[in-house]
């Protein structure tokens, strides 16, 4: 079974950082680009990072950009979200999946079940 586990969440102030881990069992992580995506409540989920198979081509959505680092490590089979100035509107759960795209959860081979970033003074 192919499943993805997002750890590193947490609560923290303005101004301050949290890296996410994306850990893969079950399959081979270098075999697929890996898509971060957050959800705010009552908000749709949207794009916020994603990394090519190798590490080598990366993108970030226009919010994040110059604040967040997307790093993968295939060795130990895990992508990390480095996020840096955090920001009170980065609150939300913050989901990796196989893939760049947003689309429904079921249509992606693997996608994680999500880790809390809260932001808040």
């Known amino acids: 079974q192919l499943q993805l586990v997002e750890s590193g969440g947490g609560l923290v102030h303005p101004g301050g950082s949290l890296r996410l881990s994306c850990a893969a069992s079950g399959f081979s992580l270098d075999r697929y680009a890996i898509g971060w995506f957050r959800q705010a409540p009552g908000k749709e989920r949207e794009g916020v990072s994603c990394i090519g198979n190798d590490g080598v081509w990366t993108h970030y959505a226009d919010s994040v950009k110059g604040r967040f680092t997307v790093s993968r490590d295939n060795t130990k089979n895990t992508v990390y979200l480095q996020m840096n100035s955090l920001k009170p509107e980065d609150t939300g759960v913050y989901y990796c999946?196989?893939?760049?795209?947003?689309?429904?959860?079921?249509?992606?081979?693997?996608w994680g079940q999500g880790a809390q970033v809260t932001v808040s003074s």
């Open positions: 999946a196989t893939g760049c795209g947003i689309k429904r959860p079921d249509q992606y081979d693997a």
